[in-house]
């Protein structure tokens, strides 16, 4: 399968760059798998196509303000750092630019001093580890104060609000880019849904800056996925289990949530607790053993998310769908509008 089966047109203007001010007012698009019918509601009306006995799985997931700009001890020169896997003992895989000025032994400082670091090794495909040092306790307590949430190439508005980039149930932080479906929920609609009977439960992956990079392989068979960390708390493993068992649904939020329950139930019966590493491709032709319903925005063209949904669809339907979208002037990419697919 190509690439190229997967692109589509899209006007720059439908790319949003800036969140909604009423989260759940976004444009939600429903799609029934089985007859093929598509309807267009408002995000707020979830409550309406989830039923009692069903269970919604979340990503709790906390994306780090992690984009930091600095200069180089020796000379002064500007760079900028995002850090992306936490390797403990204060170590970082980065992304360091420019890159030349990052080699072994290079040091920098960040806000005025109160963040420093030394590159300790620059890996094969170009990020760097780092060793930081800081003043306060702990380093996410200085990214906090200096850093910039990492948002996606597209997006070229300033973020006026932090938290607009989480999830109003973020809580593990480590994510270097938002789940982004997860973005139109609201406390009130969460509390709705559960009064209905839904069953909410969380899962944990931690969004790497792989979810940006593009296929760049011709035969998409060909395309290496990144690694993310994720975690399946035991409660979230059992929920899914007795949902499963009578007969309900499970709904992922998220392309992210998608990958997580694959990877464990693609190679098992059941829903276990566990803490890995993922770097499932999931693409048409493979066979979805968890999920039954998936929450999702609208993706870029060609990239490994769209690929994702139109394995659980239909790559032509989806396709057309998203014509509809462009046609109906949706909004599209991290602060877009949603589609449901039931």
Not at 139 to 147: F, H, M, P, S
Not at 295 to 324: C, D, G, Q, W
Request: hydrophobic share 35%.
């Amino acid at each position: 399968m190509k690439k190229s089966d997967f692109y589509y047109d899209l006007p720059k203007e439908l790319i949003a760059q800036t969140p909604l001010m009423q989260r759940d007012g976004s444009k939600m698009m429903v799609i029934n798998r089985k007859s093929g019918e598509i309807y267009h509601k408002h995000f707020y009306d979830i409550v309406d196509y989830l039923n009692s006995g069903d269970c919604l799985v979340l990503n709790n997931t906390r994306v780090l303000p992690a984009r930091i700009y600095g200069v180089k001890k020796d000379t002064g020169a500007n760079v900028e750092f995002l850090l992306l896997n936490n390797l403990g003992n204060d170590e970082w895989e980065t992304i360091a630019g420019p890159g030349k000025k990052a080699k072994e032994g290079t040091e920098f400082t960040f806000g005025d001093g109160i963040l420093r670091c030394k590159v300790l090794k620059v890996l094969t495909n170009g990020n760097r580890i780092a060793k930081f040092s800081y003043d306060g306790s702990n380093i996410y307590e200085v990214l906090d104060k200096i850093g910039e949430m990492p948002l996606p190439h597209y997006i070229t508005e300033e973020l006026q609000d932090k938290e607009r980039y989480q999830t109003v149930y973020s809580k593990e932080l480590g994510s270097a880019a938002a789940p982004t479906a997860g973005l139109h929920f609201t406390e009130d609609l969460l509390i709705k849904l559960t009064d209905k009977g839904v069953k909410v439960c969380y899962v944990t992956l931690h969004v790497g800056i792989g979810t940006f990079r593009p296929v760049k392989a011709d035969n998409i068979e060909d395309h290496e996925m990144h690694s993310e960390h994720y975690q399946i708390p035991k409660e979230t493993a059992e929920i899914i289990n007795e949902t499963k068992k009578k007969g309900g649904r499970v709904i992922a939020v998220g392309t992210t949530c998608c990958r997580t329950l694959e990877s464990v139930m693609s190679t098992q019966d059941e829903m276990k607790a566990f803490d890995d590493w993922t770097n499932i491709f999931i693409y048409p032709g493979y066979k979805f053993k968890c999920i039954d319903a998936l929450i999702t925005n609208f993706h870029l063209p060609e990239s490994t998310l769209i690929m994702l949904v139109s394995a659980f669809y239909n790559r032509e339907k989806v396709l057309e769908a998203y014509k509809t979208a462009v046609e109906n002037k949706y909004r599209f990419f991290s602060f877009g509008d949603a589609m449901f697919i039931e």
